[in-house]
């Protein structure tokens, strides 16, 4: 399987994601999303949001706090379990996270160990090559924070939450007594998280602060095998539709009992083929009663539904990587002829549904600057979409913007649109161009219609 190209550059310079801080020197691995990135970001959000809660008849939502009772992660098992194996090269000073270092068999066989810290490194190190690293140790994922500048005692620390779905667990029963739900229901939200990473690499893939979209379903032990089905089925679906280019990137893998994380009775995780290799952007787990289980033995509220204890099955995609993946796999070169010969072009072939703009108008020369104004403020009142305006001394340079940013159609406005009020519209991934009345409201029920085949196609999936 071919490699994606590192398209970290390329995304910088056409304002997808900036360095946090840069100009003073950079926060490590902190990336802070341009207007473009901004624009994808949100509507990937919103078609998670509209494909796993408000188009499914059983879920709600909700918007929990991001500081964390340090009883919760107690509960949860985060504070005890919640940790990645560390080894450092004694020469270069070097960290890496274990399982990153050696193959999966030798973690498998380095978990299975009982006493890991005497467990050896027989891999040279990447950065210096040489063998000297520490043995294992354990090194505690969670950040935390304190709630008085002075004064600081032990009992003021609480943490980031290092995932969205505590807040819906210890939440529980005000919610189902708030919506009156019986088995089975769901609840989603999306929202920032935090990771003490040992290593951060690969741009935005591995980030201490990243956001979540992520829904916990509750069922009965009964039906969950049902559901775990269906919702592995649901997630696989919503990313390989989002994948335009190449679908075999995408794989799924069914995680080995050793691999589990302590919260977990099965886990299914999806990968794409980064440029870097192979990386996880989703997780399908089934958590049992576990959670609610430990929160309510160790808060005495009694977490039931129908007199019993729900079993869960969470979907989890993580927001950055997900989006990482649909950038890599977007990302075209193509050698295209013009009057002038063959020249290459960039183009981001993104879904429709998450171009940064589905649409862009450009007049043609300084003089129809006014006319392609009027087009541009008349779509934005009557679009569901987003628009861009654009001017330009060439329109190829408009074209080669646009094309590499995403944008899926451009309305160029030229003479002909004052004689007959039609323009020129053009489709991203064909370059095919064709002329459409730009009258009345003509130009925004052809666009709106366009767009909203999209969403069924997507929402049938």
């Not at 020469?91 to 030798?106: A, F, G, I, W």
């Not at 989603?188 to 979540?212: C, V």
């Not at 009258?439 to 049938?460: A, D, G, T, V």
């Amino acid at each position: 399987m071919n490699k994606a190209k590192d398209i970290t550059s390329y995304l910088k310079n056409y304002g997808f994601f900036f360095p946090n801080a840069e100009i003073y020197q950079g926060l490590a691995k902190s990336w802070d999303c341009g207007p473009n990135s901004a624009e994808l970001k949100r509507k990937l959000k919103d078609l998670w949001w509209k494909y796993f809660i408000t188009s499914q008849p059983y879920n709600i939502s909700l918007d929990s706090s991001i500081l964390t009772h340090p009883r919760v992660l107690e509960a949860s098992g985060h504070l005890k379990e919640f940790h990645d194996w560390l080894v450092e090269c004694n020469k270069c000073k070097k960290r890496y996270r274990l399982d990153n270092l050696v193959s999966v068999k030798e973690f498998n066989d380095f978990l299975a160990l009982e006493n890991k810290s005497e467990y050896i490194v027989k891999q040279n190190c990447p950065s210096c090559d040489k063998n000297e690293f520490t043995n294992p140790r354990q090194f505690n994922l969670l950040l935390s924070s304190d709630l008085q500048i002075t004064n600081q005692k032990k009992e003021n620390i609480v943490y980031l939450r290092p995932e969205t779905c505590q807040g819906i667990f210890i939440n529980f029963s005000a919610i189902q007594r708030s919506i009156r739900k019986k088995l089975p229901f769901g609840v989603g939200q999306i929202g920032k998280s935090f990771r003490n990473e040992i290593t951060l690499h690969h741009g935005i893939f591995r980030t201490r602060e990243f956001e979540q979209m992520e829904l916990e379903f509750f069922c009965s032990l009964e039906e969950k095998e049902k559901w775990w089905e269906y919702w592995n089925q649901k997630a696989w679906s919503f990313l390989t539709s989002l994948l335009v280019n190449d679908k075999k990137k995408a794989q799924k893998k069914a995680l080995s009992q050793e691999e589990l994380p302590h919260y977990a009775k099965k886990t299914t995780d999806l990968y794409f083929q980064y440029h870097f290799g192979e990386g996880e952007l989703c997780s399908i787990s089934d958590r049992g009663d576990y959670d609610l289980k430990n929160h309510s033995e160790k808060s005495g509220e009694k977490l039931k539904v129908e007199g019993t204890t729900p079993h869960v099955i969470e979907i989890s995609f993580g927001v950055e990587r997900l989006m990482l993946a649909i950038l890599e796999d977007a990302y075209q070169e193509e050698t295209v002829k013009n009057s002038k010969g063959e020249k290459k072009r960039e183009v981001l072939k993104l879904h429709p549904l998450l171009a940064p703009y589905f649409v862009a108008v450009i007049p043609w020369k300084k003089s129809l600057r006014e006319k392609a104004q009027q087009i541009y403020q008349k779509l934005l009142t009557e679009i569901n979409f987003s628009v861009i305006y654009e001017e330009t001394d060439s329109i190829g340079k408009s074209y080669h913007y646009q094309d590499a940013i995403g944008t899926y159609y451009c309305l160029t406005v030229d003479d002909q649109t004052l004689n007959d009020e039609t323009i020129t519209v053009r489709e991203r991934d064909s370059r095919e161009q064709f002329r459409f009345s730009c009258q009345e409201q003509e130009l925004s029920q052809f666009l709106n219609q366009k767009y909203q085949e999209c969403w069924k196609k997507l929402i049938k999936i």
